[in-house]
């Protein structure tokens, strides 16, 4: 996916799609551990 997005962004010069390149780069070199504590945080009880 990142290398189509980039092929998509360098033949574009659309800055969506380098934004969404990023956005893919930066979830997939975080293994996705930043959206599980997110997660965890929204699952805590209101008090």
Do not use: C, H, V
Not at 5 to 24: A, H, M, R, V
């Amino acid at each position: 996916m990142l290398e189509f997005t980039w092929k998509l962004f360098s033949q574009t010069g659309n800055i969506d799609t380098y934004l969404l390149f990023k956005e893919l780069e930066r979830e997939q070199q975080f293994g996705g551990e930043e959206q599980n504590a997110e997660q965890k945080e929204i699952d805590q009880p209101i008090s």
